[in-house]
């Protein structure tokens, strides 16, 4: 079986009721959830007039390889609702990123793993930390604490009531 931590993320809608059909959408298509952080709301990254963003991350043991996960993630998105369009940081009921997978690095056309910004965002670190903060980032040989220590990130992260993610 292959480990793989993922970040959801949406700031359109019932972002809670996102964040948790993703999760029943993970399970059924993608594998077992073996840990959830707390949900964090969080400033749209690069877009000062966006909504504000809830992110969880999770823990996933799946028997999909990578590309093949995020093929997976891809379809869960769209049937979500998500559109793809040629903007970044636009605002989206749903985003559904792998950010490490076993302790591999992937570059490819497709995929590129760890998720090259990670290490540049606290609404990916702060979440991440809570389920993985022994974990090392394959290409910075640092642990995601360390990490999240060094991040120059300044939007604000703030955590969501303690089990507001339970279904």
Request: aromatic content about 8%; charged content about 30%.
């Amino acid at each position: 079986m292959n480990v793989a931590f993922l970040c959801l993320g949406g700031n359109i809608g019932e972002r809670l009721a996102f964040i948790n059909e993703a999760k029943h959408l993970i399970k059924r298509f993608c594998g077992e959830i073996e840990l959830e952080s707390n949900i964090y709301e969080t400033q749209a990254w690069g877009n000062d007039e966006a909504p504000d963003y809830y992110n969880q991350c999770i823990k996933l043991k799946t028997k999909w390889e990578a590309e093949e996960l995020l093929v997976k993630l891809l379809m869960i998105e769209k049937e979500m609702g998500r559109e793809r369009t040629k903007f970044k940081n636009e605002s989206r009921p749903i985003d559904l990123d792998i950010l490490l997978f076993n302790e591999t690095c992937i570059n490819t056309k497709a995929c590129e793993i760890p998720h090259p910004r990670m290490h540049l965002r606290l609404f990916v670190l702060k979440p991440l930390n809570e389920i993985a903060g022994h974990e090392i980032h394959p290409l910075f040989k640092q642990s995601i604490t360390e990490l999240l220590i060094n991040c120059s990130d300044t939007l604000e992260v703030k955590k969501l009531s303690p089990n507001v993610h339970l279904c």
